[in-house]
């Protein structure tokens, strides 16, 4: 009834006693569905007429030392190449003794586990690339509260991310500006993408202007989490369009 594969292995000794292979005395159903191989093909066959590359892959010797030893055999993340199955495979196998010549493996095959943990980190590393050399500064927002800022963030507002992680976002915002932005965030988190102007202020206490488009953000489940913004410096140029605008609706009233 065991989902991954188990087989009751008989060590193969030469005249000196060293062992140089094992044969298939019991094996589970799990092991059969994996092979693709039914019980009776494979009892009595040895390891190596099964899975020659066991030899070259170095897995034979920890196989024999486990037998010889005594000792349990605890490999992860082991890459090998399958024969059976056509292809490198990734596995988590178990061994131990279990009396005389004899031991009992169990493995699992991890390779999707593996697979996409591999694909998890080279996106983080793309992320990472793309934090970085960005001149926009990128946040993750929740609840109010700046949970991730990217690094760009130090010389926009002359802090690195660790100043800004666990303030509330309303920090760097001038007072007069609470307002407005409270106003950018409710149309966010409704489901709106908004693309604004407002300002900042600095470490130092200097203010920025800046071009801000906020989203909201899903997490991996595809539920809301919060919002992210991504700010832009752009100077005076935000101050005479506010002054323009201003003007304009001063002549409209």
Do not use: K
């Not at 934090?131 to 500064?137: F, H, Q, R, T, Y």
């Amino acid at each position: 009834g065991m989902l991954d594969p188990q087989a009751l292995l008989e060590a193969v000794r030469d005249p000196a006693g060293r062992i140089t292979d094992f044969v298939y005395r019991d094996i589970n159903r799990a092991t059969c569905e994996y092979l693709g191989m039914t019980r009776e093909e494979l009892i009595g066959l040895t390891l190596l007429e099964t899975m020659p590359n066991l030899g070259p892959s170095g897995l034979l010797e920890l196989y024999a030392r486990c037998a010889d030893s005594h000792e349990p055999m605890i490999l992860d993340d082991v890459l090998y190449d399958n024969e059976i199955l056509s292809g490198p495979r990734h596995y988590d196998i178990r061994g131990n003794h279990v009396g005389g010549d004899f031991i009992t493996l169990t493995w699992r095959d991890v390779t999707e586990r593996v697979e996409s943990a591999q694909r998890i980190a080279r996106s983080e590393e793309s992320f990472r690339l793309l934090a970085e050399n960005s001149g926009d500064v990128v946040a993750h927002i929740r609840d109010g509260v700046i949970t991730w800022v990217s690094p760009s963030v130090s010389d926009v507002l002359g802090a690195p991310p660790d100043h800004w992680i666990g303030q509330d976002m309303r920090a760097i915002a001038p007072r007069d500006e609470l307002a407005r932005q409270g106003a950018i965030v409710a149309r966010v988190l409704s489901g709106e993408n908004v693309l604004a102007r407002s300002r900042v202020i600095a470490v130092d206490g200097s203010t920025h202007w800046i071009h801000l488009h906020g989203r909201l953000f899903r997490n991996a489940e595809g539920h809301p989490d919060g919002l992210t913004v991504a700010l832009r410096v752009i100077g005076d140029e935000g101050r005479i369009t506010e002054e323009a605008e201003e003007a304009r609706r001063l002549q409209a009233d």
